[in-house]
């Protein structure tokens, strides 16, 4: 999947599924904003 141009908007990415997915999605050319209670 081409995410080179994609802003993607992850909630709840500071631990377990969403931070991988965070990590998954920056390596994959996303650009990534992350939000989390801690």
Same mark, same amino acid.
Do not use: F, H, P, Q
């Given at each position: 999947? &081409?995410?080179? &141009? @994609?802003?993607?908007?992850? /909630?709840?990415? /500071?631990?377990? +599924?969403?931070?991988?997915? %965070? #990590?998954?999605? +920056? &390596?994959?050319? %996303? #650009?990534? @904003?992350?939000?989390? #209670? &801690?």
């Amino acid at each position: 999947m &081409d995410l080179k &141009d @994609a802003t993607i908007l992850i /909630t709840g990415g /500071t631990l377990g +599924i969403g931070y991988e997915t %965070a #990590r998954l999605l +920056i &390596d994959s050319g %996303a #650009r990534v @904003a992350i939000t989390g #209670r &801690d």
